[in-house]
């Protein structure tokens, strides 16, 4: 599907960036598959179910209907981050999301 070859396309992509900057085995320091499952399992499977719902929606819905509705993600990820979280944001982040709401 779409979304496992944009997967895969990243990590190749990774993989790469890390080798010519000869960072591959520092990266690979103290890695173990059981640290991976621990600490990446459920965020990986949580971004791929919304990468398939995005892919969904695009393919159903009005292109400016899908537009408004993915700019939108951003603005409530940062109302979260208040409301949950406590964190102010900074002016210049105000007036970006002021500006991603005006062009959404």
Same mark, same amino acid.
């Given at each position: 599907?779409?979304?496992?070859?944009?997967?895969?396309?990243?990590?190749?992509?990774?993989?790469?960036?890390?080798?010519?900057?000869?960072?591959?085995?520092?990266?690979?320091? /103290?890695?173990?598959?059981?640290?991976?499952?621990?600490?990446?399992?459920? %965020?990986?499977?949580? $971004?791929? !179910?919304?990468?398939?719902?995005?892919?969904?929606? $695009?393919?159903?819905?009005? %292109?400016?209907?899908?537009?408004?509705?993915?700019?939108?993600?951003?603005?409530?990820?940062?109302?979260?981050? $208040?409301?949950?979280? /406590?964190?102010?944001?900074? %002016?210049?982040? !105000?007036?970006?999301?002021?500006?991603?709401?005006?062009?959404?």
């Amino acid at each position: 599907s779409v979304v496992i070859v944009q997967e895969v396309i990243k990590f190749v992509m990774a993989l790469s960036m890390l080798l010519a900057g000869g960072n591959l085995r520092k990266a690979m320091e /103290g890695w173990s598959i059981g640290g991976w499952i621990q600490v990446a399992v459920v %965020p990986a499977a949580l $971004y791929s !179910v919304q990468n398939i719902a995005a892919l969904i929606a $695009y393919e159903n819905l009005e %292109p400016v209907t899908f537009n408004v509705l993915n700019q939108t993600k951003t603005l409530s990820a940062a109302l979260c981050c $208040y409301l949950l979280i /406590g964190r102010k944001q900074s %002016p210049m982040q !105000v007036i970006s999301l002021f500006l991603l709401l005006l062009s959404a």
